[in-house]
């Protein structure tokens, strides 16, 4: 299931000028591992975004635009999810996978999101450490190109049947566009990950509106400056 979550506030017209400055000359940020237990636990879910957030709940990867490298929805008792007190849906390795690559579709979605972010639910067992595991993150732009990595991240609660403790939400914002985001791990094919989102940053202007603006800004008081040489 896709939820929509709607900004709920409408920045000044100086702030938005400053948030635009500052972000469109900022590098990619890059967040987490933090403690995730809903949707609110993101640092996208606050005023200003226009977010959408696939909760896997219909049993479907059913976000158009938007594609796994692998993988597929499970549920049962040894699932650990966001949802339903950690038994919901969750996306999952098929003891095959050690990472899962989440891309998306300019063409499809009009424009690639600004901000990403997935939540790693569940560190299945292993040999060497059963229910932990070490798990990176990393982030690309425009034709694949790196954003940037953390990690490796050593995590894990000991459990595999439905506990939250564990889930950690992981992200990216970049204002020039994020193609693709990954999470994965050297050490299991046994794991999980749920809430996948992406949006925007919904009450900053785009560049191109930046720049009309600044260029009425600097005409008008180039006018003001003539009229009043003017009047001398």
Same mark, same amino acid.
């Given at each position: 299931m896709r939820t929509r979550v709607l900004p709920v506030v409408i920045l000044g017209a100086a702030a938005i000028i !400053?948030? =635009?400055?500052t972000r469109a000359d900022a *590098? !990619?940020?890059l967040y987490g591992p933090t403690a995730y237990q809903s949707f609110t636990d993101s640092p996208f879910s606050g005023p200003g975004y226009s977010m959408y957030v696939e909760d896997l +709940? $219909?049993? &479907? /990867?059913? %976000?158009?635009g938007v594609w796994a490298s692998g993988g597929s929805v499970i549920d049962g008792p040894?699932? $650990? *999810?966001? +949802?339903?007190?950690?038994?919901?849906? *969750? #996306?999952? =390795?098929?003891? &095959? /996978?050690?990472?899962? %690559? @989440? !891309? @998306?579709d300019q063409a499809v979605l009009g424009a690639l999101p600004t901000v990403a972010g997935i939540v /790693? %639910? $569940? &560190?299945?067992?292993?040999?060497?450490t059963p229910y932990f595991g070490n798990f990176y993150f990393e982030a690309f732009g425009l034709g694949g190109v790196s954003l940037g990595a953390i990690g490796p991240y050593y995590m894990g609660d000991g459990h595999d049947t439905g506990q939250k403790a564990e889930d950690r939400f992981f992200g990216v914002m970049n204002a020039g566009g994020i193609s693709a985001i990954r999470i994965g791990t050297s050490e299991t094919r046994? #794991?999980?990950v749920d809430h996948l989102q992406y949006g925007t940053v *919904? %009450? &900053?202007? +785009?560049p191109s509106s930046l720049m009309l603006l600044a260029v009425g800004v600097a005409g008008a008081i180039g006018r003001r400056y003539r009229q009043r040489n003017a009047t001398r």
């Open positions: !400053a948030l =635009s400055v *590098s !990619a940020i +709940e $219909d049993g &479907v /990867l059913n %976000t158009p040894y699932v $650990d *999810s966001v +949802e339903n007190g950690g038994n919901g849906h *969750s #996306w999952y =390795s098929n003891f &095959v /996978l050690q990472q899962f %690559t @989440f !891309a @998306f /790693l %639910t $569940d &560190v299945g067992y292993n040999a060497l046994d #794991w999980e *919904s %009450t &900053v202007p +785009e």
